[in-house]
């Protein structure tokens, strides 16, 4: 396991932060958020997080790489209803070699809905691991 659990839940420690708001469509019987929800939106985050860094997904494909997702971990604490709006804070935790780890706390108002991480390894177009780009491993000497 590459995956680091000590993540903070601090939503000042997270570099970034994107609202997402509970679909009716992404709820089961009772209006809660179906655990899978949880997913799309640690994706939605990461990719809103990569544009405001100057660097869409399209443009990172455009450069060579993609990050493709090798370890996923949640814990849930409370549930999300349809209708509610979770904030989802993230960072990049850690950049080692052809991979690096993002952080998310997802928090409903000034309650923690969810802590998250996930390891992505960097592949080029043929799925070959390749070392992480200069910029992602420049963020963590800027956090």
């Known amino acids: 396991m590459r995956i680091d659990l000590d993540l903070s839940t601090d ?18 019987a009772m209006g809660v958020a179906h655990h899978s929800s949880y997913v799309a939106w640690l994706e939605e985050t990461r990719v809103e997080y990569l544009r405001h860094l100057g660097h869409p997904y399209a ?15 949640a814990q849930y604490r409370r549930s999300a209803r349809f209708e509610d709006v979770v904030t989802v804070h993230t960072r990049v935790g850690s950049v080692r070699g052809a991979t690096f780890q993002m952080e998310y706390l997802l928090m409903l108002d000034d309650d923690i809905c969810a802590l998250a991480a ?13 070392r992480a780009p200069g910029w992602l491993r420049d963020l963590l000497g800027r956090a």
């Open 11 to 28: 939503p000042s420690d997270y570099a970034f932060s994107h609202r997402v708001r509970v679909r009716f469509a992404e709820t089961d």
């Open 59 to 73: 443009g990172i494909r455009a450069g060579g790489h993609d990050f493709a997702v090798l370890e996923l971990f």
């Open 118 to 130: 996930t390891v992505h390894g960097v592949v080029d177009p043929t799925g070959r691991a390749v």
